[in-house]
Protein backbone atom coordinates (compact mmCIF):
# COMPACT_ATOMS: atom_id res chain seq x y z
CA UNK A 1 0.00 0.00 0.00
CA UNK A 2 1.34 3.33 -0.58
CA UNK A 3 2.55 5.48 2.37
CA UNK A 4 4.15 8.92 3.22
CA UNK A 5 6.91 8.76 5.87
CA UNK A 6 7.85 11.91 7.40
CA UNK A 7 10.34 10.77 9.90
CA UNK A 8 10.78 14.13 11.73
CA UNK A 9 7.88 15.30 14.21
CA UNK A 10 9.26 18.73 15.18
CA UNK A 11 12.29 20.58 13.84
CA UNK A 12 13.88 23.88 15.28
CA UNK A 13 16.52 25.67 13.60
CA UNK A 14 17.93 29.26 14.23
CA UNK A 15 16.64 31.87 11.84
CA UNK A 16 19.02 32.51 9.10
CA UNK A 17 20.04 29.12 8.97
CA UNK A 18 19.50 26.61 6.38
CA UNK A 19 16.65 23.85 6.61
CA UNK A 20 15.67 20.23 5.34
CA UNK A 21 12.80 18.26 6.30
CA UNK A 22 12.68 14.89 4.93
CA UNK A 23 10.09 12.88 3.12
CA UNK A 24 9.82 9.31 2.21
CA UNK A 25 6.98 7.63 0.02
CA UNK A 26 6.06 3.95 -0.78
CA UNK A 27 4.27 4.08 -4.41
CA UNK A 28 4.22 1.49 -6.96
CA UNK A 29 3.31 3.75 -9.83
CA UNK A 30 5.30 6.94 -10.37
CA UNK A 31 3.83 9.45 -8.15
CA UNK A 32 2.83 12.72 -7.89
CA UNK A 33 4.39 14.82 -4.98
CA UNK A 34 3.56 17.60 -3.12
CA UNK A 35 4.47 20.05 -0.06
CA UNK A 36 1.97 21.45 1.55
CA UNK A 37 2.76 24.12 4.47
CA UNK A 38 -0.52 25.29 7.65
CA UNK A 39 -0.06 28.30 9.79
CA UNK A 40 -1.01 28.20 12.77
CA UNK A 41 -4.73 28.16 13.08
CA UNK A 42 -5.14 27.87 9.04
CA UNK A 43 -6.13 25.79 6.02
CA UNK A 44 -3.02 24.14 4.28
CA UNK A 45 -1.37 25.71 1.02
CA UNK A 46 0.35 24.36 -1.62
CA UNK A 47 4.16 25.08 -1.60
CA UNK A 48 6.12 23.62 -4.76
CA UNK A 49 5.20 20.04 -6.78
CA UNK A 50 6.53 17.25 -8.62
CA UNK A 51 5.44 15.81 -11.91
CA UNK A 52 7.66 14.65 -14.36
CA UNK A 53 11.30 16.27 -15.44
CA UNK A 54 13.93 17.98 -13.48
CA UNK A 55 14.21 16.43 -10.02
CA UNK A 56 14.56 20.04 -8.45
CA UNK A 57 11.61 22.00 -8.31
CA UNK A 58 11.12 25.61 -7.30
CA UNK A 59 8.32 26.56 -4.49
CA UNK A 60 6.73 29.99 -3.34
CA UNK A 61 8.27 31.90 -0.10
CA UNK A 62 12.28 30.58 -1.70
CA UNK A 63 11.46 26.29 -0.74
CA UNK A 64 12.39 23.92 -3.47
CA UNK A 65 12.36 20.20 -3.22
CA UNK A 66 14.37 17.17 -5.01
CA UNK A 67 12.68 14.14 -5.83
CA UNK A 68 15.33 11.55 -5.61
CA UNK A 69 13.85 8.23 -7.22
CA UNK A 70 16.38 5.49 -5.86
CA UNK A 71 15.72 7.03 -2.33
CA UNK A 72 11.65 7.56 -2.13
CA UNK A 73 12.33 10.85 -0.99
CA UNK A 74 11.56 14.60 -1.61
CA UNK A 75 13.07 16.50 0.54
CA UNK A 76 12.02 20.48 1.33
CA UNK A 77 14.88 23.05 1.57
CA UNK A 78 15.33 26.44 2.15
CA UNK A 79 18.45 27.92 2.30
CA UNK A 80 17.86 30.46 5.09
CA UNK A 81 14.85 30.26 7.11
CA UNK A 82 12.67 33.55 8.47
CA UNK A 83 10.76 33.69 11.93
CA UNK A 84 7.88 33.62 9.69
CA UNK A 85 8.60 30.33 8.01
CA UNK A 86 7.07 28.27 11.79
CA UNK A 87 4.32 26.13 10.46
CA UNK A 88 3.60 22.72 9.97
CA UNK A 89 4.95 21.08 6.78
CA UNK A 90 2.88 18.24 4.82
CA UNK A 91 4.08 15.94 2.17
CA UNK A 92 1.49 14.23 0.12
CA UNK A 93 1.12 11.62 -2.71
CA UNK A 94 -0.72 11.31 -5.72
CA UNK A 95 -1.66 9.29 -8.97
CA UNK A 96 -3.48 9.18 -12.17
CA UNK A 97 -5.00 5.79 -10.44
CA UNK A 98 -5.89 7.60 -7.33
CA UNK A 99 -8.31 10.26 -8.94
CA UNK A 100 -7.35 13.39 -7.18
CA UNK A 101 -6.96 11.87 -3.60
CA UNK A 102 -3.90 12.11 -1.94
CA UNK A 103 -2.15 10.86 0.76
CA UNK A 104 -0.89 12.77 3.46
CA UNK A 105 2.55 12.38 5.67
CA UNK A 106 2.25 12.52 9.62
CA UNK A 107 3.72 16.34 9.01
CA UNK A 108 6.80 17.80 11.24
CA UNK A 109 6.10 21.23 12.94
CA UNK A 110 8.65 23.50 12.44
CA UNK A 111 10.07 25.95 15.06
CA UNK A 112 12.45 28.55 14.15
CA UNK A 113 14.34 30.96 16.60
CA UNK A 114 15.62 33.62 16.60
CA UNK B 1 -13.28 35.65 -3.85
CA UNK B 2 -13.19 33.51 -0.87
CA UNK B 3 -12.17 29.97 -2.18
CA UNK B 4 -13.31 27.62 0.45
CA UNK B 5 -15.55 28.62 3.19
CA UNK B 6 -16.52 26.03 6.37
CA UNK B 7 -18.73 26.54 9.04
CA UNK B 8 -18.77 26.17 11.91
CA UNK B 9 -15.42 27.22 12.83
CA UNK B 10 -15.04 25.32 15.90
CA UNK B 11 -18.30 23.66 17.82
CA UNK B 12 -18.36 21.61 21.23
CA UNK B 13 -20.71 18.81 20.90
CA UNK B 14 -22.36 16.32 23.16
CA UNK B 15 -22.07 12.73 22.42
CA UNK B 16 -24.32 11.32 20.41
CA UNK B 17 -25.84 14.56 19.08
CA UNK B 18 -26.27 14.85 14.99
CA UNK B 19 -23.76 17.83 13.62
CA UNK B 20 -23.11 18.89 9.89
CA UNK B 21 -20.16 20.68 9.06
CA UNK B 22 -20.48 22.98 6.05
CA UNK B 23 -18.31 23.67 3.08
CA UNK B 24 -19.00 26.00 0.12
CA UNK B 25 -16.75 26.90 -2.16
CA UNK B 26 -16.62 29.14 -5.31
CA UNK B 27 -14.11 27.88 -7.61
CA UNK B 28 -16.45 25.63 -9.58
CA UNK B 29 -14.26 22.72 -8.69
CA UNK B 30 -15.99 19.33 -10.18
CA UNK B 31 -13.69 17.22 -6.67
CA UNK B 32 -13.77 17.93 -3.38
CA UNK B 33 -13.11 16.30 -0.05
CA UNK B 34 -13.27 15.73 3.99
CA UNK B 35 -9.93 15.61 6.08
CA UNK B 36 -9.45 15.10 9.31
CA UNK B 37 -6.53 16.09 11.01
CA UNK B 38 -5.08 14.55 14.22
CA UNK B 39 -2.28 15.03 16.46
CA UNK B 40 0.62 13.12 14.72
CA UNK B 41 -1.39 11.31 12.00
CA UNK B 42 -1.63 14.09 9.78
CA UNK B 43 -4.52 14.16 7.49
CA UNK B 44 -6.57 11.61 6.81
CA UNK B 45 -9.28 11.50 4.12
CA UNK B 46 -13.02 10.74 5.21
CA UNK B 47 -14.82 10.95 1.90
CA UNK B 48 -14.70 12.72 -0.96
CA UNK B 49 -16.76 13.54 -4.44
CA UNK B 50 -15.38 13.48 -7.90
CA UNK B 51 -18.64 14.77 -8.79
CA UNK B 52 -21.92 16.50 -8.31
CA UNK B 53 -24.34 13.66 -7.69
CA UNK B 54 -21.16 11.04 -6.99
CA UNK B 55 -18.84 10.17 -3.41
CA UNK B 56 -16.78 7.69 -2.47
CA UNK B 57 -15.37 6.34 0.95
CA UNK B 58 -11.53 7.54 1.61
CA UNK B 59 -9.45 5.97 4.29
CA UNK B 60 -12.06 6.58 7.65
CA UNK B 61 -15.56 6.83 6.66
CA UNK B 62 -16.87 5.24 9.60
CA UNK B 63 -19.44 7.52 11.55
CA UNK B 64 -19.55 9.72 8.11
CA UNK B 65 -21.69 10.33 5.43
CA UNK B 66 -21.46 12.91 2.89
CA UNK B 67 -23.63 14.38 -0.40
CA UNK B 68 -23.13 16.46 -3.28
CA UNK B 69 -26.21 18.28 -4.51
CA UNK B 70 -24.65 20.47 -6.55
CA UNK B 71 -21.11 21.79 -7.43
CA UNK B 72 -20.51 24.04 -4.72
CA UNK B 73 -21.46 22.33 -1.59
CA UNK B 74 -20.13 18.83 0.20
CA UNK B 75 -21.25 18.59 3.90
CA UNK B 76 -20.28 16.63 6.24
CA UNK B 77 -23.02 14.41 8.52
CA UNK B 78 -22.00 13.16 11.78
CA UNK B 79 -25.09 10.96 12.31
CA UNK B 80 -24.14 10.32 16.34
CA UNK B 81 -21.05 12.01 17.55
CA UNK B 82 -18.55 9.97 19.66
CA UNK B 83 -15.44 11.54 21.10
CA UNK B 84 -12.99 9.55 18.97
CA UNK B 85 -14.70 12.12 16.45
CA UNK B 86 -12.34 15.12 18.22
CA UNK B 87 -10.70 16.00 15.78
CA UNK B 88 -10.23 19.38 13.31
CA UNK B 89 -11.73 18.78 9.81
CA UNK B 90 -10.64 20.12 6.53
CA UNK B 91 -12.41 20.43 3.31
CA UNK B 92 -10.65 20.66 -0.20
CA UNK B 93 -11.37 21.20 -3.54
CA UNK B 94 -9.34 20.40 -6.95
CA UNK B 95 -10.76 21.06 -10.56
CA UNK B 96 -10.54 17.42 -11.94
CA UNK B 97 -9.50 14.10 -10.99
CA UNK B 98 -5.59 14.12 -12.04
CA UNK B 99 -3.27 12.76 -9.25
CA UNK B 100 -1.56 15.99 -10.29
CA UNK B 101 -3.86 18.22 -9.81
CA UNK B 102 -3.81 21.10 -6.66
CA UNK B 103 -5.86 20.62 -3.66
CA UNK B 104 -7.64 23.75 -1.74
CA UNK B 105 -8.30 23.84 1.46
CA UNK B 106 -10.58 25.76 3.87
CA UNK B 107 -9.58 27.00 6.96
CA UNK B 108 -11.18 24.06 8.66
CA UNK B 109 -13.69 23.52 11.88
CA UNK B 110 -12.47 22.31 15.28
CA UNK B 111 -14.75 19.83 16.19
CA UNK B 112 -15.16 18.79 20.17
CA UNK B 113 -17.17 15.95 20.85
CA UNK B 114 -17.49 15.33 25.26
Known amino acids: AQSVTQPDIHITVSEGASLELRCNYS??????LFWYVQSPGQGLQLLLK??????LVQGIKGFEAEFKRSQSSFNLRKPSVHWSDAAEYFC????????????FGQGTELSVKP | IAGITQAPTSQILAAGRRMTLRCTQD?????MYWYRQDLGLGLRLIHY???????GKGEVPDGYSVSRANTDDFPLTLASAVPSQTSVYFC?????????????FGPGTRLTVL
Open chain 2, 27 to 31: MRHNA
Open chain 2, 49 to 55: SNTAGTT
Open chain 1, 50 to 55: YFSGDT
Open chain 1, 92 to 103: AVGADNQGGKLI
Open chain 2, 92 to 104: ASSAGTSGRGEQF
Open chain 1, 27 to 32: YGATPY
